[in-house]
């Protein structure tokens, strides 16, 4: 009997101990839930700040691409005017030359009519008589001086490549990586869609950004949040733009050439550093990476 109350006592001590270790266990495994469930609640908290921050970074981009585009449109607006004008003033140019062949041609068969007249009267084939005086014409206009060509449009010819031929043309910044791509793009994450009118370069603060072609540069602007924005104007109605600069190195007006320096890219409101850069032909936006080498 003593042995077996000894054995019972044995088995008891060693059943209270697995007791005494399952009820830690569950105590442990009870406050790792709850860790668990504050860490769930706090990456979740974490992922709706972040899309919300997201989304507002969306929304500000969308109202600078409405910005940009008013300013492509006013530009090309302002590009079919200048057109339209020259197109006219050619039309004239030819009217005013044909007029000038008429009247010389007329002034030229009226001297070979007297010289024909006076060449008779001299051998004596007609009477000599006084000739009428000649109807009186008005003197005949000097050839108007030819129009000079745009010479904005000649020397954009001059220092642009010629984009509808495709050629390579070199990226506005070095070392850079596309964090956003033209046309429509999936955050599947937190399931928005947006479209880029243009690409968005991640690069370093005070990165240099430089022109892909020569130009004339036709807009400087300030968009708040979003730096200086440069566009640059090419043949056949081609737009180049370069957004989210800082110090800008050049001014409008100013005819520049490939690569030279635009100005220096700024810091971002939500850190680091993005320059945006677009690609149109008239009033349609084109993918910039058909021509970035």
Known sequence: MESSRAQLQRVYHEKE??????????????????EKEVVLSEIQKDKQTYAARITEVRRKQQIM??????LIMAQQALIQKEQERARLEALRRQQRLAEARKRREAERRRKEA?????????RGEAPATKEPPPEKTLPPEKEPLPVVPDQTESEIDR???DFDQGESLPWPVNNGVVVRRFGSSLDKELNIVTVSNGIDISVPV?????SVSGGKVVQVAYLP????????RHPKSYLTVYANLGRVSVAKGEIIRSRQLLGFSAAMPEGGSTVHFEVWKGKVKQNPQKWLR
């Open 17 to 34: 101990l697995a007791m005494k270790s399952q009820q830690e266990q569950l105590q442990s495994y009870s406050a790792k839930k709850k």
């Open 65 to 70: 691409q409405k910005k940009i585009e008013s």
């Open 114 to 122: 007297e010289r024909q007249r006076v060449l008779a009267e001299r």
């Open 159 to 161: 220092v642009s490549v």
């Open 206 to 210: 005070g990165t240099p950004v430089k």
């Open 225 to 232: 949040t979003f730096g200086n924005v440069v566009i640059v």
